[in-house]
């Protein structure tokens, strides 16, 4: 039966028409159990979504769609290896990465191996046991790789405080912009820096582009044997990265059934334990293990990522709110929107349903996002007064990893002002009276008032994590990669595949002849044709 034959999904139709008007602050002046009742909490994290335009009957029909849809069904069939991702023909066990609940021995042993490898060669790293051509001790890692294999362990270790025990110093490159590439090697020594190229199908060209130049910049002083010791690769093709000069010992593999989005718990996320220490790392698997089990084991309506995920879809699919901001109220978490961004847009930002017929609802939502306070002094203005209507996710820990309290408490107090704002709004009548408190005339209240309204009633979910540490974050990281299966479950988008960005790559590699000087270019569109040879006609080279 298509989605919008469901009695749920019928059910929420009639709701969302009928709640034109209402307001989220008046579901709190109704109920004094509000947040109780909408509020979940498991390992470590509270997830309140009582500030959203939901009542107790659109949460049922909520729940019931969710059953409807069978997701708990499709949830079981995902940990147990089910071929999932069907135009993909793979299973998607990025779960199996991080939990005893192995679908069979064989995954787990891979899986135990790898781990092996992680544990031995980041200790080795980490204690000034890797050696480079001359000798010397590794004193640098350079991480190349791009979107999943850049974006997640960039995240968690920008997330993760650093230790006095982390000797390492890691260095991310994802652009296949030269400029920070050479602007980070000029200040790196060849004899003490080590490569990692992440790339699950070591294909990429971006990737591969800044490999080879990492390569002759190491071959400029060294001899072709350095590359043994200067270069580790992750990646589901071994054979690949052998061409390239990787030994075994350095190369670490990961499997068709860990999706890029979805990989910083396999070898991809080798930098973290690097950088941070394999146990910050077995911590990271451990929170995201937990959340696996909550998700596997609690009812639909105690379920953190099945709510978060149901709440989405009546922000997005029956109030038509297009836009989700990630707003993390802790500095380290400054790539988390980023990171989000892909993990929710490639595995969703779909319109196309299992059956292959185009969708008629509205599917993920357009994610962007930054750091609270920096936001607020930015952004924040249209939040309150925009034309827009946005969704938003307040994310903050209760506990700071800083010395400082007052820091942390004006950060708490930014972050619920904030949602408390987007959702009681300032009315015409209470603008009014503080202006003539203020000693404003008539007239001038009546030209000031409409610029001071906030119209409120802006959805918001607040997260808080116990502390942002290794266990919590990677318990914040699955909970949003369950939402994220839930919602493609309920939408019938296959998530796991990215289809659309394939195009992009294959005309970029078309068109690479035509980007260089050369004859005049006609074979494309007019704007195309223009640009091309408007490159060519200001091109210094
Ligand atoms: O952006 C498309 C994509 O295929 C992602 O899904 C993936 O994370 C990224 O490219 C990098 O791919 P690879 O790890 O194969 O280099």
């Known amino acids: 039966m298509s989605r919008n034959n469901l009695k749920g999904w019928q059910q929420l139709e009639t709701m969302a028409a009928a709640s034109e008007g209402k307001q989220i602050k008046a579901l709190f002046a109704n109920d004094s159990e509000r947040f109780a009742n909408y509020h979940l909490a498991h390992s470590g994290i509270l997830f309140d979504y009582s500030k959203n335009r939901i009542s107790d009957d659109v949460k049922a029909a909520l729940v019931q769609l969710a059953r409807e849809c069978e997701v708990e069904a499709w949830r079981d069939a995902m940990f147990a290896g089910d071929k999932i991702n069907r135009t993909e023909g793979r299973s998607v066990l990025h779960t199996a990465l991080r939990s005893d609940h192995c679908?069979?021995?064989?995954?787990?042993?891979?899986?135990?191996?790898?781990?092996?490898?992680?544990?031995?060669?980041?200790?080795?790293?980490?204690?000034?046991?890797?050696?480079?051509?001359?000798?010397?001790?590794?004193?640098?890692?350079?991480?190349?790789?791009?979107?999943?294999?850049?974006?997640?362990?960039?995240?968690?270790?920008?997330?993760?405080?650093?230790?006095?025990?982390?000797?390492?110093?890691?260095?991310?490159?994802?652009?296949?912009?030269?400029?920070?590439?050479?602007?980070?090697?000029?200040?790196?020594?060849?004899?003490?820096?080590?490569?990692?190229?992440?790339?699950?199908?070591?294909?990429?060209?971006?990737?591969?582009?800044?490999?080879?130049?990492?390569?002759?910049?190491?071959?400029?002083?060294?001899?072709?044997?350095?590359?043994?010791?200067?270069?580790?690769?992750?990646?589901?093709?071994?054979?690949?990265?052998?061409?390239?000069?990787?030994?075994?010992?350095?190369?670490?593999?990961?499997?068709?059934?860990?999706?890029?989005?979805?990989?910083?718990?396999?070898?991809?996320?080798?930098?973290?334990?690097?950088?941070?220490?394999?146990?910050?790392?077995?911590s990271l698997l451990s929170g995201a293990s937990a959340m696996d089990e909550h998700f596997r084991s609690a009812d639909?309506?105690?379920?953190?990522?099945?709510?978060?995920?149901?709440?989405?879809?009546?922000?997005?699919?029956?109030?038509?709110?297009?836009?989700?901001?990630?707003?993390?109220?802790?500095?380290?978490?400054?790539?988390?929107?980023?990171?989000?961004?892909?993990?929710?847009?490639?595995s969703n930002g779909k319109s196309v349903n299992w059956q292959g017929e185009h969708i008629q609802y509205n599917t993920c939502p357009i994610l962007w996002g930054q750091t609270g306070i920096n936001g607020q002094h930015a952004f924040y203005q249209l939040l309150h007064q925009g034309s827009h209507d946005v969704a938003s996710d307040f994310i903050v820990s209760a506990n700071s990893c800083a010395q400082s309290d007052i820091h942390h408490q004006h950060l708490l107090a930014n972050c619920f002002a904030q949602?408390?704002?987007?959702?009681?709004?300032?009315?015409?009548?209470e603008v009014k009276r503080e202006l003539l408190a203020n000693g404003l005339n008539n007239n001038e209240i009546e030209q000031l008032a409409p610029h001071k309204v906030h119209a409120g009633n802006r959805p918001t979910n607040t997260l808080i994590i116990d502390t942002l540490d290794a266990f919590h974050l990677g318990a914040l990281i699955a909970l949003y990669e369950h939402k994220i299966f839930v919602q493609g479950i309920i939408w019938e988008i296959y998530s796991f595949d990215q289809w659309g960005v394939q195009l992009g790559k294959l005309l970029a590699t078309n068109m690479l002849g035509d980007v260089q000087p050369g004859s005049a270019v006609d074979r494309y569109d007019s704007s195309t044709n223009g640009l091309l040879n408007h490159i060519k006609s200001v091109s210094h080279s």
Request: hydrophobic share 45%; aromatic share 8%.
């Open 300 to 346: 639909i309506a105690q379920n953190i990522p099945m709510m978060m995920a149901l709440v989405g879809v009546w922000n997005t699919t029956f109030l038509n709110i297009n836009t989700l901001a990630i707003l993390p109220y802790d500095q380290q978490l400054h790539q988390l929107p980023s990171y989000l961004q892909q993990a929710e847009m490639e």
């Open 419 to 429: 949602s408390q704002a987007l959702m009681n709004g300032v009315g015409e009548e």
């Open 103 to 282: 679908p069979n021995q064989a995954i787990g042993q891979q899986v135990q191996e790898e781990l092996d490898h992680i544990r031995s060669f980041s200790e080795r790293a980490r204690s000034g046991q890797l050696f480079g051509y001359s000798g010397q001790v590794i004193t640098d890692v350079v991480c190349l790789g791009v979107g999943g294999s850049n974006l997640g362990p960039e995240m968690v270790t920008e997330a993760l405080p650093s230790q006095p025990g982390d000797t390492v110093k890691l260095h991310y490159i994802s652009s296949v912009d030269a400029v920070p590439l050479e602007h980070l090697l000029a200040g790196l020594s060849a004899a003490t820096t080590l490569f990692i190229v992440a790339s699950k199908t070591f294909t990429t060209t971006e990737t591969l582009l800044n490999a080879a130049a990492a390569k002759r910049w190491l071959l400029s002083e060294a001899p072709e044997t350095a590359i043994a010791l200067h270069f580790v690769a992750v990646t589901e093709d071994t054979d690949k990265a052998a061409s390239f000069g990787i030994t075994p010992d350095y190369c670490f593999r990961i499997w068709d059934w860990v999706g890029g989005r979805f990989s910083l718990w396999s070898a991809i996320g080798l930098p973290i334990a690097i950088g941070r220490g394999y146990s910050a790392f077995e």
